[in-house]
């Protein structure tokens, strides 16, 4: 079964400095991946995608992942953080010919001043 | 307006009352989900209907219950719910694509308490 692993439930950073956020994911073929963000009491906003082709995709806000097919990763990037960019942060894979999407568990970024 | 609209925004209930949850988008997608977010757990996905159709149920109990009447329109009809129920109810829509369903768009979320 696919899964989906984002290893730190919690990150903080200067605002300023730059970021990666880990995701893993356990898929037997070439999944579809997304990242979202989520802040507090609202739905979650799309930031990026990867369905196939060039294995860096660049998002909105300043975000860019890469697909490392050997490492079965999706880490999300941004080389200097606003501290608007604090919220929740998930990584998701959709199994290509279905409706069906896992979510990983989340990752709060805190972005000191 | 514009993308997904969910209504209402909070929800207190009781465990002997009936209630529902209404989600529209105005995307011109043809796929519209269900999924429930509580505290330190994944996003869990309930259902998903693709024109109309039911194509997923992910083993959810029967107090929930689904109806979508056209592919701008999706209801969770809520009855006798336990207070583990309480979460965030999050609906979101995509549109086919090939080789699948392409990226999901969210609405704000319900957030539900059962008292």
């Known amino acids: 079964a696919q899964s989906v692993t984002q290893p730190d439930i919690h990150i903080t950073v200067s605002e300023g400095a730059s970021l990666e956020l880990r995701c893993n994911y356990s898929y037997g073929a070439t999944p579809y991946l997304f990242w979202y963000v989520q802040s507090p009491g609202q739905g979650l906003q799309l930031l990026l995608k990867y369905f196939s082709g060039d294995t860096l995709v660049q998002g909105i806000k300043g975000f860019e992942a890469e697909f490392k097919r050997s490492q079965s990763s999706f880490n999300l990037r941004k080389p200097s953080v606003h501290w608007s960019d604090a919220a929740e942060y998930f990584c998701?894979?959709?199994?290509?010919?279905?409706?069906?999407?896992?979510f990983g568990t989340g990752t709060r970024l805190k972005v000191l001043a | 307006e514009t993308g997904v609209t969910q209504t209402p925004r909070h929800l207190v209930m009781g465990m002997t009352n009936k209630k529902s949850l209404k989600c529209e988008q105005h995307?011109?997608?043809?796929?519209m989900y269900w999924y429930k977010q509580s505290a330190k757990k994944p996003l869990e996905l309930m259902f998903v209907?693709?024109?109309?159709?039911?194509?997923e149920n992910n083993s959810v109990p029967s107090r929930f219950s689904p109806e979508c009447p056209n592919s701008s329109h999706l209801f969770l009809h809520l009855h006798t719910l336990q207070p583990e129920d309480s979460a965030l109810y999050l609906c979101?829509?995509?549109?086919?694509?090939?080789?699948?369903?392409?990226?999901?768009?969210f609405g704000e979320g319900s957030r539900l308490t059962v008292l």
């Open positions: 209907y693709n024109f109309k159709e039911q194509t």
């Open positions: 998701a894979v959709g199994e290509p010919g279905t409706y069906k999407y896992i």
């Open positions: 979101a829509s995509s549109q086919t694509r090939t080789g699948g369903a392409g990226e999901l768009f």
């Open positions: 995307l011109g997608h043809n796929a």
